[in-house]
């Protein structure tokens, strides 16, 4: 018998597949253990946590026969899974003690990768012909760093590592969207920013009256009518979930929202739209969380949860200059409180899901405002923590908001920010009976400083 023979446990490792069969919403939990699939001495419970980080990456259900598929796909022995040793890993397992097994495993794995190291060492010594001592030394203390990083709870890779896996992500972005994120619902506006990215907080800002409110909507409604089976969620922060629907059913029917409010007064027509709509939108996967001045704690735990269950995976807040901190004496002070907020919201985009949140802007820009003047950064409310914290941010200006007599409401959405792409100004059609946008196809992308 080896030695790598002893430094492994069976239980330990069935015990870890079988809790997240019973409970799939540990394996975030194990993840964050730091547990990897190279971390299994075993190769059939090795290729089914593999499927199942797959599965979590993916926003997939973790269930006995998409694990399977998964194996026969990406496993080292694939092609030669069945159900029977999941479902006996089930029937022996208990999700009680999972994360206890799940660091069982990733110590041995440690274990094993510093033995590992040893013989590398010893077999790079042995060859005095083809290395000098310099080299010889400089490669095992490598080896030694490699295996301390399996001790790591991050996910620190080498970069020639996270070139392969974007040339995967790359490659299968080519045969679908061909965006890095989540579409916004203008096609120009992704063309800017690449949608809604992993990690990345987006912030939408617009004077009095400029349709933030309902751009977020709006963008949000789109995102999940295209992939319903996805779950969304959806902060409210000053309309009642009545009112947001109200908005939503207006988006969809194309009724006017001051019409839906006289319902008595539709006409056939109107009310099978409404209705129709209504059945559109039972059919979409958006949680609503109704809350007046939520903490960036009360989203992190609900956004936690619901990814967990149910695999959530982006989130929207109306607005950001509702949100508190939960501590009194920073919530006196407007800058720290909304920079607080930002700076935690930042920290949830990169954890969990990227998040697109509203807010206002000072009262200067609000007085200055008129057809023809653009906001700015430096227009953004308390700016200074938000600026830097988010990755994106966007600004809505309508000249017909401040000129009657112009015949179309074109709202010009200015990328003001984009820190990793260009900036500009995006037109979009806005109908204002409906709180609708569309595509406007006049785009005029400026790259200098705005």
């Given at each position: 018998?080896?030695?790598?023979?002893?430094?492994?446990?069976?239980?330990a490792?069935m015990?870890?597949?079988?809790?997240?069969?019973?409970a799939?919403?540990?394996?975030?939990?194990?993840?964050?253990?730091?547990?990897?699939?190279?971390?299994?001495?075993m190769?059939k419970?090795?290729?089914?946590?593999?499927?199942?980080?797959?599965?979590a990456?993916?926003?997939?259900?973790?269930?006995?026969?998409?694990?399977v598929?998964?194996?026969?796909?990406?496993?080292?022995?694939?092609?030669?899974?069945?159900?029977?040793?999941?479902?006996?890993?089930t029937?022996?397992?208990?999700?009680?003690?999972?994360t206890f097994?799940?660091?069982?495993?990733?110590?041995?794995?440690?274990?094993?990768?510093?033995?590992?190291?040893?013989?590398?060492i010893?077999?790079?010594?042995?060859?005095?012909?083809?290395l000098?001592?310099?080299?010889?030394?400089?490669?095992?203390?490598?080896v030694?760093?490699?295996?301390?990083?399996?001790?790591?709870?991050g996910d620190?890779?080498?970069?020639?590592e996270?070139?392969?896996?974007?040339?995967?992500?790359?490659?299968?972005?080519?045969?679908?969207?061909?965006?890095?994120?989540?579409?916004?619902?203008?096609?120009d506006?992704?063309?800017?920013i690449?949608?809604?990215?992993?990690?990345?907080?987006?912030?939408?800002?617009g004077?009095t009256?400029?349709?933030?409110?309902?751009?977020?909507?709006?963008?949000?409604?789109?995102?999940a009518?295209?992939?319903?089976s996805?779950?969304?969620?959806?902060?409210?922060?000053?309309?009642?979930?009545?009112?947001?629907?109200?908005?939503?059913?207006?988006?969809?029917?194309?009724?006017?929202?001051?019409?839906?409010?006289?319902?008595?007064?539709?006409?056939?027509e109107q009310?099978?739209?409404?209705?129709?709509?209504?059945?559109?939108?039972?059919?979409?996967?958006?949680?609503?969380?109704?809350?007046?001045?939520?903490?960036?704690?009360?989203?992190?735990?609900?956004?936690?949860?619901?990814?967990?269950?149910?695999?959530?995976?982006?989130c929207?807040i109306?607005?950001?200059?509702?949100?508190?901190?939960?501590?009194?004496?920073?919530?006196?002070?407007?800058?720290?409180?909304?920079?607080?907020?930002?700076?935690?919201?930042?920290?949830?985009?990169?954890d969990l899901?990227?998040?697109?949140?509203?807010?206002?802007?000072?009262?200067?820009?609000?007085?200055?405002?008129?057809?023809?003047?653009?906001?700015?950064?430096?227009?953004l409310?308390?700016?200074g923590?938000?600026?830097?914290?988010?990755?994106?941010?966007?600004?809505?200006?309508?000249?017909?908001?401040?000129?009657?007599?112009?015949v179309?409401?074109?709202?010009q959405?200015?990328?003001?920010?984009?820190?990793?792409?260009?900036?500009?100004?995006?037109?979009?059609?806005?109908?204002?009976?409906?709180?609708?946008?569309?595509?406007?196809?006049t785009?005029?992308?400026d790259?200098?400083?705005?």
């Open positions: 018998m080896t030695v790598e023979n002893t430094l492994f446990s069976e239980n490792e015990n870890v597949i079988g809790g997240l069969l019973i799939p919403e540990l394996i975030y939990t194990v993840m964050g253990l730091g547990l990897k699939p190279r971390d299994f001495f190769v419970y090795e290729d089914a946590y593999n499927a199942m980080c797959l599965c990456e993916r926003k997939q259900t973790i269930d006995v026969s998409i694990i598929e998964l194996m026969n796909q990406h496993g080292r022995a694939k092609g030669n899974y069945d159900m029977g040793f999941l479902i006996q890993a029937a022996e397992s208990s999700f009680t003690n999972t097994f799940a660091e069982t495993v990733k110590r041995y794995g440690v274990r094993r990768s510093l033995l590992e190291a040893t013989r590398t010893q077999q790079m010594v042995m060859e005095t012909d083809s000098s001592t310099e080299e010889i030394a400089s490669k095992a203390l490598r030694v760093n490699d295996a301390s990083l399996r001790m790591a709870r620190g890779q080498w970069l020639s996270a070139c392969d896996d974007f040339i995967s992500e790359f490659k299968a972005r080519i045969k679908g969207t061909g965006l890095s994120g989540y579409p916004t619902g203008l096609t506006l992704d063309a800017t690449g949608g809604y990215e992993e990690g990345r907080l987006y912030i939408v800002a004077r009256g400029m349709g933030k409110t309902s751009w977020l909507v709006y963008s949000m409604l789109k995102l009518m295209e992939n319903p996805k779950p969304i969620v959806f902060y409210t922060t000053e309309m009642s979930k009545s009112e947001l629907i109200q908005r939503m059913a207006s988006i969809v029917s194309g009724v006017p929202v001051m019409a839906l409010k006289t319902p008595h007064r539709l006409s056939r009310l099978q739209s409404v209705s129709s709509a209504m059945t559109t939108l039972k059919g979409v996967n958006i949680w609503l969380e109704d809350l007046s001045a939520p903490t960036p704690n009360d989203v992190r735990v609900t956004l936690e949860s619901l990814k967990n269950r149910y695999g959530a995976y982006i929207f109306d607005g950001l200059y509702r949100m508190k901190t939960g501590d009194k004496q920073t919530d006196r002070d407007l800058h720290q409180r909304f920079g607080t907020c930002a700076q935690e919201l930042k920290s949830i985009s990169r899901m990227p998040v697109v949140a509203t807010h206002q802007l000072n009262r200067d820009a609000q007085n200055k405002g008129d057809a023809g003047t653009l906001p700015s950064l430096s227009n409310r308390e700016s923590k938000i600026e830097e914290e988010a990755d994106v941010v966007v600004m809505l200006h309508r000249p017909k908001y401040y000129d009657r007599m112009l179309e409401d074109i709202a959405i200015l990328v003001a920010k984009n820190r990793s792409g260009a900036t500009g100004v995006i037109n979009s059609y806005y109908d204002a009976p409906t709180m609708n946008f569309s595509p406007c196809h785009t005029n992308v790259l200098s400083d705005l």
